[in-house]
Nanobody, 121 residues
Framework: QVQVVESGGGLVEPGGSLRLSCAAS????????MGWSRQAPGKERELVAT???????NYKDSVKGRFTISRDNAKNTVFLQMNSLEPEDTAVYSC???????????????WGKGTLVTVSS
């Protein structure tokens, strides 16, 4: 069994900051790319940021310079530091982890259930 659990969402005023965390646990041999996606009400889910096991990152254009993704490989954890938040950032943020459960086994993408971020005054 593998679990992916997010934390850190909440209500913040425009211009504020939040830090999301996501931990993967269970039967894990290795984790490749980890990432964050978000889904706003009435909209499709969109990829926000990804980070490889070696630390290479990619960001959605609208969050570049405001969001920072990082990870702690020893703890199977990924973080998303969100600064200068805007109302348009309001969404459910979900974490994903591409996990190999045994040597030579397939890589499977696991998703967390998500955490709500609301940016409002």
């Amino acid at each position: 069994q593998v679990q992916v659990v997010e934390s850190g969402g909440g209500l913040v005023e425009p211009g504020g900051s939040l830090r999301l965390s996501c931990a993967a646990s269970g039967n894990i041999f290795s984790i490749n790319t980890m990432g964050w996606s978000r889904q706003a009400p009435g909209k499709e889910r969109e990829l926000v940021a990804t980070i490889t096991s070696s630390g290479s990152t990619n960001y959605k254009d609208s969050v570049k310079g405001r969001f920072t993704i990082s990870r702690d490989n020893a703890k199977n954890t990924v973080f998303l530091q969100m600064n200068s938040l805007e109302p348009e950032d309001t969404a459910v943020y979900s974490c994903n982890a591409d996990i190999r459960r045994a040597t030579g086994g397939p890589v499977i993408r696991y998703w967390g259930k998500g955490t709500l971020v609301t940016v409002s005054s």
